[in-house]
C-alpha cells in the first residue's frame, strides 16, 4: 500500500470515530428525551389517580357530612323533645303535691286528737321528701338537656347565706344542734338561684348526719377569690367513699337510723359547681366531723371593701281574716284545697277558672278585692299574668297580685317580675303564703 493509501486509512478512521462520537451523544440525548416522557407520562398518571382518590374521598365527606347534620338534627329534636317532656312532667308532679300540701295545712289547723297531728306531720315530712326528690330530678334532667344555663351576676353573699340561716334555724333546733351562720360584707361572682342550691344541699347534709354539735358556715378571703366553708361535728367521711358520695344516689352513711335520702343532694352540688366553675374541696376525719369548701370568684365590683347590706325587712304578722281574695286557678284539686286553706284563715275567695271568668267575678261581687292570686299556666295557652292585667285595667288600680306557679324556669320568674308581680312557687308553703298575703295587705 502507498503513502496516500495509507493517508486516507487514517483520515477514514478519523472520520468513524467522530461519527461513532456524534452517534452516542445523539443516543445519549435520545435516551434521556425518552426517559423524560416516560417520567412526565408517569406523573400524569400518578395526578389522574390522585384526582379520582381526591373526588372519592369529598364524595365519602361530603355523605359523612350529611349524615353528621342529620344525626344533629335528631338529637337536637331529640333534647328538645326531653326538655319539653321534664317541664311538662315536672309540672304536673308538682300541681297535686301543691294540692295535697295545702289541704294537709288546712287539716292541721282542724281541732282534733293529738294522734292526728303527729299524724299530719309524718304526712307532711313525706311530701317535703317527695317535693326535694322531684325538684332534684328535675334538675338533673335540666342540667343533661343543656336547659340550665348559669346566669352569673355580682351577688351579695349575704343575699344568700342570711335566708339560709332563717330557713334552716327551726330544723337546726328541733334536732337539738348549734347553727352559726357568719354574715359576710363581700360579693362573689355567680348565679345566686344555684348557688344558694349548691349552699342549701350542703347545709342540710350537715344538720341531717350531725347528732351532736353543730353545723358552722362563714365565708374568708383568698385574693380574688372567696372561699366558703360549711363545717359540722357529724361522723366524717371515710377516704374510700370521698369522691363516691358526690355520684348520683350514693350515700356516705346509708346506716344512720331515721336518715332515709336519696343520695342526690352532693350530685347536684357537683354538677351545679361544674356548670358554675365554682371548685369544691372536702376535708374529713372520720369521728370528728367534715367540712366542703366553695371557691367562689370576687365580684369585679368588690376590689375593695364594701360596706355591709341593710338588713332586709321582717315580715311581721298580720292577720289575713277578711281579705277579700279572686283566685285564678284551672286546677280543680289544687283549687279546692287553696280555698280551703284561705278560708280557714278566715278570707273570703272568690274562685275562677280563667281571666274571662275572672273579670265576671269581678262584676259580680260586691267590693273590689284586695289581692288577686293567679296560676301562671291558665288554659287555651293564657297566662296569669295577662289575667292580673286585665283586671286591673278593668278596676283602674294596681291592687296587690300575685302569681302561683309549678314552672320553676327562670324564664318564668323574669316574666312575673317585668309584671311587678310577686312569685310563689308550687308546691306552695302555706305559711310562706300567709306570710307574704299579710305583707301585702299591709
Known amino acids: 500500500m502507498n503513502g496516500d493509501g495509507a493517508e486516507n486509512v487514517d483520515e477514514l478512521k478519523k472520520r468513524i470515530a467522530k461519527l461513532e462520537k456524534i452517534n452516542s451523544a445523539l443516543m445519549s440525548r435520545v435516551e434521556r428525551s425518552v426517559d423524560s416522557q416516560f417520567n412526565a407520562f408517569s406523573l400524569f398518571e400518578t395526578a389522574i389517580s390522585l384526582d379520582h382518590q381526591v373526588r372519592r374521598r369529598t364524595q365519602e365527606l361530603s355523605q359523612a357530612m350529611r349524615s353528621l347534620e342529620k344525626a344533629k338534627r335528631q338529637a337536637e329534636a331529640a333534647s328538645s323533645l326531653k326538655t319539653t317532656f321534664v317541664t311538662s312532667v315536672g309540672h304536673d308532679l308538682l300541681q297535686p303535691l301543691n294540692a295535697a300540701r295545702l289541704a294537709l295545712s288546712a287539716l292541721h289547723e282542724l281541732p282534733g286528737a293529738p294522734e292526728a297531728g303527729v299524724l299530719v306531720e309524718q304526712v307532711d315530712r313525706s311530701l317535703v321528701a317527695l317535693e326535694d326528690l322531684i325538684r332534684t ?68 347534709n350537715a344538720l341531717r348526719y350531725t347528732a351532736h354539735g353543730g353545723v358552722l358556715v362563714g365565708a374568708r ?40 335520702g336519696f343520695g342526690l343532694g352532693l350530685a347536684i352540688v357537683r354538677r351545679f359547681a361544674q356548670a358554675l366553675d365554682h371548685p369544691v374541696r372536702l376535708a374529713s376525719n372520720v369521728g370528728r366531723g367534715s367540712t366542703f369548701y366553695v371557691r367562689l370568684p370576687r365580684a369585679a365590683a368588690a376590689t375593695k371593701d364594701l360596706p355591709a347590706p341593710p338588713p332586709l325587712p321582717r315580715l311581721f304578722h298580720s292577720p289575713v281574716a277578711g281579705a277579700k281574695i279572686l283566685l285564678i286557678e284551672n286546677e280543680p284539686s289544687v283549687s279546692e284545697a287553696m280555698v280551703t286553706l284561705l278560708e280557714r284563715w278566715g278570707c273570703d275567695v272568690a274562685v275562677s277558672g280563667s281571666g274571662d271568668e275572672a273579670l265576671e267575678r269581678l262584676r259580680a261581687l260586691p267590693a273590689a278585692p284586695h289581692i288577686v292570686i293567679a296560676d301562671l299556666h291558665l288554659n287555651n295557652d293564657e297566662r296569669g299574668t295577662q289575667a292580673i292585667a286585665r283586671i286591673r285595667a278593668t278596676l283602674g288600680a294596681d291592687i296587690p297580685a300575685l302569681i302561683v306557679t309549678a314552672d320553676h324556669s327562670a324564664k318564668s320568674e323574669e316574666e312575673v317580675r317585668a309584671a311587678g308581680l310577686e312569685l310563689l312557687r308550687k308546691p306552695v308553703r302555706p305559711a310562706e303564703m300567709r306570710s307574704l298575703l299579710s305583707f301585702l295587705l299591709t
Do not use: C, W
Open 221 to 260: 378571703r383568698r385574693g380574688d377569690r372567696v372561699m366558703v366553708q360549711v363545717s359540722d361535728t357529724g361522723p366524717g367521711i371515710p377516704e374510700t367513699k370521698r369522691e363516691a358520695i358526690f355520684q348520683e344516689f350514693k350515700r356516705a352513711h346509708s346506716d344512720i337510723p331515721g336518715e332515709t
Open 137 to 204: 330530678l328535675l334538675d338533673l334532667s335540666k342540667l343533661d338537656a343543656g336547659v340550665m344555663k348559669p346566669d352569673l351576676r355580682d351577688v351579695p353573699l349575704n343575699d344568700v347565706l342570711e335566708p339560709l340561716a332563717r330557713d334552716f334555724a327551726y330544723f337546726a333546733q328541733k334536732r337539738g344542734l348549734k347553727l352559726k351562720i357568719f354574715p359576710s360584707k363581700l360579693h362573689v361572682r355567680s348565679d345566686p338561684s344555684m348557688l344558694r342550691r349548691i349552699l342549701q344541699n350542703l347545709l342540710a
